[in-house]
Structures are given as structure tokens and as C-alpha cells.
């Protein structure tokens, strides 16, 4: 079954980086777009990054663009997001996404806390 496994999180200053990986399983991941979605505390689940099968093209949520990346590796059946400068209002539970056959599928999530 499609399984979705993310790690990377963590406590952070502000101005800092972490990478986010999210290693996929149960699927023909090459075949498939990956996202990247945040939420949190009290808000609704909002989308970050996207990227196609083929890593060529990528679209960022206004908020992130131009601090964080997405990348993926076909060969490792992994999506990471890299997150540069990042800020407090950054922090929040980070979950990586694909949708098979019409349905939705998650990952556990990953913490990520920007404070100094």
C-alpha cells in the first residue's frame, strides 16, 4: 500500500535551514507529482510546494517562494523540501502528499519550530 514517511523536522532559530525528506513506498513514485503541505496550530492544512514527476517544473505558495526548494530524487523514491530563512510563522506540522488513483494519501507529518 502507499506509504509516505517524513523526517527532517526540528527546532530552528530564525534565519535557518533544515531539509525535509519524505521517502515514498507502494507506488510508482516516478510517475507521480508530489506535494508538500504545511498546517498549523488552529489553521487549515495549506499547500507549499509542488512538484511534477519529472522534477521539471515546481510551484511555491506565495509565502515560501524564493526561501524554500523543492527537489525530488526518481531513484530513491524521495521529495525533499529545503527551507532557507526560515521564519516563526514557518512553524507548524509538515506532511508530504500524492494522489493515487483519485485518492489522497499522507504522510505522519513532521515538526518543524522556528524560535529563537
Known amino acids: 500500500q502507499v506509504q509516505l514517511v517524513e523526517s527532517g523536522g526540528g527546532l530552528v532559530q530564525p534565519g535557518g535551514s533544515l531539509r525535509l525528506s519524505c521517502a515514498a513506498s507502494g507506488f510508482t513514485f516516478s510517475n507521480y507529482r508530489m506535494r508538500w503541505y504545511r498546517q498549523a496550530p488552529g489553521e487549515e492544512r495549506e499547500l507549499v510546494a509542488h512538484?511534477?514527476?519529472?522534477?521539471?517544473?515546481?510551484t511555491y505558495a506565495e509565502s515560501v517562494k524564493g526561501r524554500f526548494t523543492i527537489s525530488r530524487d526518481n531513484a530513491k523514491n524521495t521529495v525533499y523540501l529545503q527551507m532557507n530563512r526560515l521564519k516563526a510563522e514557518d512553524t507548524a506540522v509538515y506532511y508530504c502528499?500524492?494522489?493515487?488513483?483519485?485518492?489522497?494519501?499522507w504522510g505522519q507529518g513532521t515538526q518543524v519550530t522556528v524560535s529563537s
Open positions: 502528499n500524492v494522489i493515487v488513483l483519485s485518492r489522497d494519501y
Open positions: 512538484i511534477t514527476w519529472r522534477g521539471d517544473i515546481t
